[in-house]
């Protein structure tokens, strides 16, 4: 089945305890992106990559690192986090041709950072 | 970064109402994508729309396209108990550097009142 997977589906964690959410496509998709959804504020990208090695910030990075050191995995990295990044996590993909279209969506971790 | 602003931003309603909501942005986009989210789990696409007004179903679902490419609309007729979720509008966004960025509304959820 092709899907996007990312674990942990929930984590709670203190605050400066550094974190890994992973997330993982088998569709063979070279576009990556990680969002975080907040009541009353929608999905705000935080980072994305076009392929392999190629990665860059989206609207709210502070916080956050990642990694695409392999097509199928982009994992999301809290070196330090903080109660501010308690939100639900999302990771997306799609072939990079599919311009606004066929985005697949993780089922989401919720984060606690108290 | 740019945001779409949803409105309404919460409706309760009977089984087997109309529904109508709507998404406005103060720049153009060339294409309009509504996602729904059920509780737990990621966006999933309902409708897309690529040009200024154009008018689309999904069986109970119709979108539109605004004319004047700021605006868009969705409407779910006789809704029923599995329409409960969150709706969400998005526009795909070029960056200066070619990342074509999924920007999200605020989110309009709906509650089905028994």
């Known amino acids: 089945e092709a899907q996007v997977t990312q674990n942990p589906r929930y984590l709670i964690t203190v605050t400066g305890k550094k974190l890994t959410v992973t997330c993982s496509q088998n569709?063979?998709?070279?576009?990556m992106s990680w969002y975080r959804q907040d009541p009353g504020l929608g999905l705000r990208q935080i980072y994305y990559s076009m392929n392999v090695e190629v990665t860059d910030k989206g609207d709210v990075p502070e916080g956050y690192k990642v990694s695409r050191k392999e097509k199928r995995n982009f994992p999301l990295i809290l070196e330090s986090p903080s109660p501010n990044q308690t939100s639900l996590y999302f990771c997306?993909?799609?072939?990079?041709?599919?311009?606004?279209?066929?985005?697949?969506f993780g089922s989401g971790t919720r984060l606690t950072v108290v | 970064g740019q945001q779409l602003n949803q409105s309404p931003q919460s409706m309760f309603i009977q089984e087997g109402e109309d529904v109508s909501m709507n998404c406005t942005s103060s720049?153009?986009?060339?294409?309009w994508l509504w996602y729904k989210q059920d509780p737990g789990e990621g966006p999933v696409l309902l409708i897309a729309l690529y040009k200024a007004g154009e008018l689309t179903s999904n069986g109970r679902l119709t979108a539109q396209f605004g004319i004047t490419r700021k605006d868009s609309f969705l409407n779910i007729s006789a809704s029923i108990p599995s329409d409960v979720g969150i709706y969400f509008c998005a526009g795909p966004l070029i960056s200066n550097f070619g990342n074509e960025k999924l920007t999200f509304g605020t989110g309009t959820r709906l509650t089905i009142i028994p």
């Open positions: 569709m063979n998709h070279e576009y």
């Open positions: 997306a993909s799609r072939f990079l041709p599919d311009r606004g279209l066929g985005y697949t």
């Open positions: 720049s153009i986009f060339n294409t």
